[in-house]
């Protein structure tokens, strides 16, 4: 079992920066691949970025690459998103989410989820 918690969520203004954070915990947390997800008001959780249990692997969704950097410290059991130059479409509650590979981060299909962090861009 593996529990997820995120945090460094909250307002920012359009063209800030924000740093999520996400410490997993449990016996195999640091084996685990690691995403993020978001799902804005009205709108369908949507995939952000993936990284693999080694880190080397990283995946972005196009509407986040060049912006958003994911990575990961396993000696901490804290996978970060590095969030840049934010605009009013990224506003949304961004979730943790953890799975046994990356290619299940990428078909909406993670073992784990966190509870979520709120981001809101103000434009």
């Known amino acids: 079992q593996v529990q997820l918690v995120e945090s460094g969520g909250g307002l920012v203004q359009a063209g800030g920066s924000l740093r999520l954070s996400c410490v997993s915990s449990?016996?195999?947390?640091?084996?685990?691949?690691m995403g993020w997800f978001r799902q804005a008001p009205g709108k369908e959780r949507e995939f952000v970025a993936a990284?693999?249990?080694?880190?080397?692997?990283?995946y972005y969704s196009e509407s986040v690459k060049g912006r958003f950097t994911i990575s990961r410290n396993n000696a901490k059991n804290t996978t970060y998103l590095q969030m840049n130059n934010l605009n009013a479409e990224d506003t949304a509650v961004y979730y943790c989410?953890?799975?046994?590979?990356?290619?299940?981060?990428?078909?909406?299909?993670?073992?784990?989820w966190g509870q979520g962090t709120q981001v809101i861009v103000s434009s």
């Open positions: 990284l693999t249990w080694s880190g080397p692997g990283s």
């Open positions: 989410a953890a799975a046994h590979f990356a290619s299940e981060l990428l078909s909406y299909e993670p073992d784990y």
């Open positions: 449990g016996p195999t947390a640091s084996s685990y691949a």
